[in-house]
Structures are given as C-alpha cells and as structure tokens.
C-alpha cells in the first residue's frame, strides 16, 4: 500500500491542511489520486513511480512549465478535467514524456498553441472536449506519432482538422476523431472520403451547423450504406441548414436526396472494359486484419497484392460478378462485396448504345435539312417565271420570290395573305389605310409549320 499526501489549501484559514488517502498499489503501476481537493495547483511531492496522477475536479487554472520540479518518468495517465483550465505552458509536458492518456476535459481552454504536445511521444489517447477552443495551430499535434484517439467534441470550432487525419501526415495507428458539437460550417468531403475505411468508422463530426449540399448527403449515405458507425450511429444527429435561410430550422442530412433531389446512393460498383487491369480494394474498417478474396465461380483469377487489395486483369467479360474479401481481425471479422462490371467492348471503342444513337441523330438532322430544302429551294417548273426572273436581273431563288410565286409555293400552313402585305400587322407610326410596298417571306415573319 502507498500513502500519499494532498496538500488541500483552505480558503477559510491560512494554514496548510494535510489530507491522507489510501492508494491501492497493483504491480509497478502507482496510483496517487486528489480529487475534490480544492487545490490550486499540483502537490509539490509526487512519487517519481507514479503511473496515473489524477487531480480532476480542483481549480488548477494555469499548468506551468515548473509545476513538476522532478521527472515523473513512470506516469501514463494524467487527468486534470474539471479545473477551469485556461492556460497551458508549450512546456507543460516535459517533465512526462512518457504520458499516453491525457484528459485536458471540461475545462476553459480556447486555443491550442504550436507544438505544445510535441513531448508526448507516446500519447495514445487526448481528451479536449468540453472546453472553448476556438483555434488550434496546425503543428499542435505534430510530433505526435503514437496517437490514437483525439476527442474534441463541444468547442467552438470552426475549422475542421484535417492535419489530424490527412494521408502522409496521420500517424500509423489512428483510428478516432471526434468534433462532433462544434460550429464548423463545411468539412472537407474529397478529402474525407479517401480516407480508409476504419478511419471513417470513428469519424464523427455530427451536430454541427454544416451548409446543406448534395455532396454532404453523398458522403454520409455511402458511409450508412457501408455500415460505418460515424454515419448509422448517428444518423438523427446529422443535420445541416440550406443556403440563404438563416432563420430555417435544421434539415436532415439524410433527407436531402428529397430536399434538394439529390442522385441516390448505391452500393459501390466498378467499371471496366475488356483488357483493362483493375484494383479492387478491401476497405475494412477493422485494424490489422488478414485478407482473403473470393472470385466470381471461384475461377481464382487476380493477384493478392501486399495491401490486401486484388489485382485482376486483363478482364474478360466473364470476370463481371461479385468480389467477396473476407477480412479476418484478432477478435472480429469483417465481408466486403465489390461489385464489376465488364463492358464488352476496350474502352477506346464505342459502345454499341452510343453507335445507335449517332444514328438517330445523324438521321433527324438529314431529315431537318430536307424538309428546309424542301421548304425553300423549290425549283420553278414555270418556264415563263424563270424568264421573268431573268429579265428582272434577280436570281430565281427563294430571297425574291414575289407574291405571285409565293401563291404556287407548296406549305402545309401559311397565314392568309394580307392584301396590303402588311402579313396582318399594322405599324406603330403607320394608318390602317395607307399601303406599304410587298415584302418577300423569307424577311417577313410569317409562321410556316411542317
């Protein structure tokens, strides 16, 4: 058993109050715990073999660089929620490096300086939520490669943080993000939905005031349709507000395909064409797991390449079906179906629907370009016209056909003629019994419908 002491400052009297409790010892690790103490700051004896120092609920406002004087080399676990936390020194942390649980929640925290976890190597869990954090510098995590889980829900902000999860930069074994509760407006979809899947089974970032988008509905019904627990946990919890109603209500996310008629979501499918080599992912959303994939009628073509992924190829069409990847983890399992269609025909040649359809069209055009000939480039069968349109100097053309010819045109509808050739219209400046010279059709608007 080890006996530690909690200096509990009074405010009543100006005398040092000393506290003792009992603390259970299990093996190597110690456990010195001074909750509810109404300290101001942290004991200044601590064991140097302590491995959890629990210190929530006091009035630590302000964690100095000097508030250990020694190494605590042996500490895993520090909780320092409910204090009224507002202050963290950038070198906090050096004196417990070797830190992998830290608790930071429920406190007055409003931003997060540069590089400030940076000696935490080793830190596997982060617990922010519940604080006023308006502003996190994009190094705050940096330096960070053993992180696992960071929990940032109900804060103020505004920005989702995507260093925390971005590829090259996502430390090896993350697998949780929460800013669920914030005041982000938008998130970054593109690059969301690269992310792995067991990346995006614990990426919450529901109960924000996102901006209603058929993007957003996209993202989040492929997740619900994938399963991810991000998106089908919370499914009445993702809500967002349509663009210039500041004063409407929330809608549902996953009602937009009827708000906005939104495409529908499927499930994911592959396309290909004949010759073609294609890479069929086994997206689990479980960790470390063995993969082993299963082909349409088991014919056993493909290529298991490192990641687990399977390489098939050249494709013929009868490689078109279901790939099934069994992905097999320490304590669960995990099927994936990926969905390949093969089109008969490489892809440099047409397909047999679009061959049928430049057919068509090529064939309404011919017919449009006949009827206007038809239309206007009548030839004249009347000898004595065509010598009158000689002796006139004016080609015979549809341009000058006069009113005696536009009797023997053949339409299928034309206006009565006006006799003054007004075509039954009367000018703005002009009398109803003055008369106007004659006009050919072809300048007149008179309607001509085939």
């Not at 902000?157 to 938008?186: A, H, Y």
Request: net charge positive; aromatic share 6%.
């Amino acid at each position: 058993t080890l006996f530690a002491i909690c200096a509990d400052l009074s405010e009543t009297t100006s005398s040092l109050l000393l506290s003792v409790a009992v603390y259970s010892l299990r093996g190597p690790d110690n456990i010195v715990s001074c909750p509810r103490r109404n300290l101001s700051g942290v004991p200044a004896e601590l064991p140097r073999h302590a491995a959890v120092l629990d210190l929530s609920y006091n009035s630590i406002a302000r964690l100095r660089a000097e508030w250990s004087p020694v190494k605590l080399p042996r500490l895993r676990s520090l909780v320092l929620s409910h204090n009224g936390l507002g202050f963290l020194s950038s070198e906090a942390f050096v004196q417990v490096a070797r830190l992998r649980h830290l608790d930071l929640s429920s406190n007055v925290l409003r931003l997060l300086d540069e590089l400030v976890f940076q000696p935490l190597k080793q830190l596997e869990v982060l617990l922010l939520y519940n604080n006023r954090i308006s502003q996190i510098d994009r190094s705050a995590f940096a330096g960070l490669a053993g992180l696992q889980k960071v929990y940032l829900s109900q804060n103020l902000l505004s920005r989702f943080p995507l260093e925390l999860v971005k590829e090259k930069v996502r430390p090896k074994k993350f697998v949780l993000l929460d800013v669920s509760s914030n005041r982000m407006k938008s998130v970054p979809l593109p690059e969301l939905q690269a992310l792995p899947a067991h990346v995006r089974n614990s990426l919450y970032f529901h109960d924000n005031p996102l901006s209603c988008s058929c993007g957003l509905y996209g993202l989040l019904a492929r997740w619900h349709v994938r399963g991810l627990s991000s998106a089908s946990d919370f499914r009445a919890e993702h809500v967002c507000y349509p663009a210039g109603q500041k004063k409407a209500g929330p809608w549902a996310v996953f009602q937009l395909d009827r708000l906005l008629n939104c495409s529908a979501v499927t499930v994911m499918d592959e396309e290909a064409y004949l010759d073609d080599f294609l890479v069929l992912r086994c997206d689990s959303k479980l960790r470390d797991t063995s993969k082993t994939w299963v082909t349409p009628q088991g014919n056993g073509t493909g290529v298991v390449l490192p990641d687990g992924s399977l390489q098939v190829g050249p494709l013929r069409v009868e490689d078109t079906g279901v790939y099934t990847c069994f992905a097999v983890g320490e304590s669960l399992n995990e099927t994936i179906y990926v969905s390949v269609k093969v089109h008969n025909f490489t892809q440099g040649e047409a397909s047999p629907h679009m061959n049928t359809g430049y057919t068509t069209l090529a064939g309404c055009l011919a017919s449009v370009v006949l009827v206007l000939v038809y239309l206007y480039l009548t030839p004249c069968r009347c000898p004595c016209c065509r010598r009158l349109g000689r002796d006139a100097g004016v080609p015979s053309s549809a341009a000058s056909a006069s009113p005696a010819r536009e009797e023997r045109r053949r339409v299928a509808f034309a206006d009565p003629k006006d006799p003054l050739g007004r075509n039954g219209r009367l000018g703005p400046d002009r009398e109803e019994g003055r008369e106007e010279p004659a006009r050919s059709s072809v300048s007149s608007d008179t309607p001509i419908v085939v």
